[in-house]
């Protein structure tokens, strides 16, 4: 591991900076990629529009080719978090009932709210609020009854297959790929 990064673990301030560039930067690119748009987004749920399906898919190809790059050169570590089925389908019905209602999801939200967007700021900033906090309200009675019913390993995919990441990420992006130019080419 760098130094550089060693110091910066070590550096909550700079960690929470970094943090928050790397926030606007997001933002920024949705923006850019036109999914804080609300007839985008619904154009996604009527299934007339794959904007947010390009850009999702084209994010996740690059975020796992970056994130192994910067793991063969020391720069990051992989830290599997523990999920269950029920935790799934908790946050599910959670994020899909606010999808529903408000037609953004949490990182939409706030770069609508980055771009002026009224309706994400007062139904979005504040069904964020009301719903993380019937969350912890029923955090407690949850944890107890259904939060770890279905349990996943903490293992990645090649860890679970016993193979080497590329033997993973290149098929899969090689994938989405295809994905990507089959819809370019059917004008979706």
């Keep these: 591991m760098t130094d550089a990064l060693q110091r910066l673990r070590q550096n909550a301030p700079q960690q929470l900076l970094l943090g928050l560039l790397m926030g606007i930067a997001f933002g920024a690119c949705l923006q850019i990629g036109g999914v804080t748009r609300y007839d985008v987004i619904l154009g996604q749920l009527l299934l007339t529009d794959f904007t947010v ?3 999702m898919l084209s994010a996740v190809a690059v975020g ?8 063969g050169a020391g720069l990051a ?3 599997i978090k523990p ?29 609508a709210v980055g771009s002026g967007a009224l309706d994400a700021l007062v139904g979005g900033v504040s069904g964020i609020i009301l719903g993380a906090g019937i969350f912890a309200v029923l955090y407690p ?37 295809a994905v990507l130019v089959g819809l370019e080419y059917a004008g979706l």
């Excluded at 796992?64 to 793991?71: D, Q, W």
């Excluded at 799934?88 to 953004?104: D, E, K, P, R, S």
Aim: hydrophobic share 55%; proline share 6%.
């Design 53 to 55: 399906v390009k850009v």
């Design 64 to 71: 796992m080719v970056g994130i192994h790059l910067m793991r």
């Design 77 to 79: 570590e992989l830290h």
């Design 83 to 111: 999920g269950s089925v029920g935790a799934t389908v908790v946050g599910g019905i959670i994020f899909g009932a606010g999808f529903a209602v408000l037609g953004y999801c949490p990182g939409t939200v706030a770069g």
């Design 141 to 177: 009675r949850l944890e107890a009854s259904v939060l770890h019913r279905g349990e996943f390993p903490t293992m990645s995919i090649p860890q679970l297959l016993n193979l080497n990441p590329w033997m993973v990420v290149v098929p899969v992006v090689i994938l989405i790929a």
